[in-house]
């Protein structure tokens, strides 16, 4: 008998296809986003789940489902599962990592020029019939070229994002929880080194790609937004929550810095109405990895971990080894 798993959300035909070949599959085609009770009910005599990031998986989900081994995370975060209780309850998790950093780095730097040059504003009054004359000021944004960029946040991602700064002539300075290797951090366009307060003060700026954990919940909040100069972007495609977004969007209408370019919100995706309000703030629906040949790779990522972790043998992208001794 074929191992049973959910996939919980839509996913490429294809991909739910080549699932079938290994597993006794319940996809959800219709994309429904199941509550806490109806994940736990489809769970049932499932071993496996093929998740997105909208799924919960928590401790009360994993004691109401005791015969699932694998959660395999179609996303390189995994801040919605309890990774810890996961362990405990002897069910692998995995993420995939890797597959999307290029595409990720090409939208952040997406969102920064956008914000950067107003373009979404200036579209929007485009759009509204108001252009009836050239001006000297319309939509005077800040230039990228030869300013300093910082990367909060120096992994794959933010690598990823550096190395595409040499094109603009940038400085590039970073922080995160350890510094890179020598070679690493001349590939990230010879990026250095500094305290957090240093980059806020320095970088004319700001990138946020770290990932989420309650220890850093609120990165950015009223204090470190203070610090920023008063014409720097800030770009967060890391998760929502990183930002304290009431602070920020204070912050923005009070023009205490210039522009925001944001992928992800805290409660998304019921993000704060006031950011619908403002003019200096790029807002996209959580998007950064969302080329087809990416999402593509991702899900195929997810699939083979999934057949790993039912199949006896380690998935490529095993969070959490100590959990195999668990079942
Ligand atoms: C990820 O992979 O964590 C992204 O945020 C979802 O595309």
Redesign the pocket.
């Known amino acids: 008998m074929k191992p049973s798993i959910l996939v919980a959300r839509a996913v490429f035909p294809e991909v739910i296809e080549r699932l079938r070949q290994h597993f006794d599959v319940e996809d959800n085609q219709e994309d429904k986003v199941y509550t806490a009770d109806e994940l736990a009910s489809r769970l049932q005599g499932k071993d496996g789940m093929f998740s ?2 909208s799924e919960r998986v928590d401790q009360a989900l994993l004691a109401s489902c005791p015969q699932l081994k694998a959660v395999c ?6 801040n919605n599962i309890d990774v810890d209780a996961a362990s405990r309850a002897g069910v692998v998790v995995t ?2 990592p890797d597959v ?1 950093n290029e595409t ?1 780095a090409d939208f952040g730097w997406a969102l920064l020029m956008a914000a950067a040059r107003r373009i979404t504003e200036a579209e929007q009054w485009l759009r509204d019939g108001k252009w009836q004359k050239w001006r000297y000021d319309s939509f005077v944004g800040a230039d990228l070229h030869g300013a300093t960029l910082g990367i909060i946040g120096m992994g794959r991602i933010g690598q990823a994002i550096a190395r595409r700064s040499t094109g603009f002539g940038m400085q590039v300075i970073y922080h995160n929880r350890s510094r890179l290797a020598p070679e690493l951090e001349a590939q990230a366009n010879h990026a250095r080194y500094v305290g957090r307060e240093e980059l806020l003060r320095e970088a004319d700026h700001v990138v946020l790609v770290l990932p989420y954990s309650p220890a850093l919940h609120h990165t950015i909040g009223e204090a470190e937004i203070a610090l920023m100069k008063p014409t720097a972007v800030l770009v967060n ?1 890391a ?1 929502g929550g990183i930002v304290d977004d009431a602070a920020l969007i204070r912050a923005l209408r009070e023009r205490r810095i210039a522009a925001a370019g944001l ?2 919100y805290e409660n998304e995706p019921a993000l704060n109405p006031d950011f619908l309000t403002l003019t200096n703030v790029v807002l996209t629906p ?5 080329s087809v040949a990416t ?1 593509l790779a ?1 899900a195929n990522c997810a699939a083979d971990n999934l057949i790993a972790a039912l199949t006896g043998a380690v998935p490529p992208n095993l969070l959490n080894p100590e959990a195999t001794k668990g079942k």
């Open positions: 997105t990031l995370n179609m996303a390189v975060g995994y993420n995939t999307l990720t495609i998760r992928d992800v959580h998007i950064a990895s969302a999402r991702m």
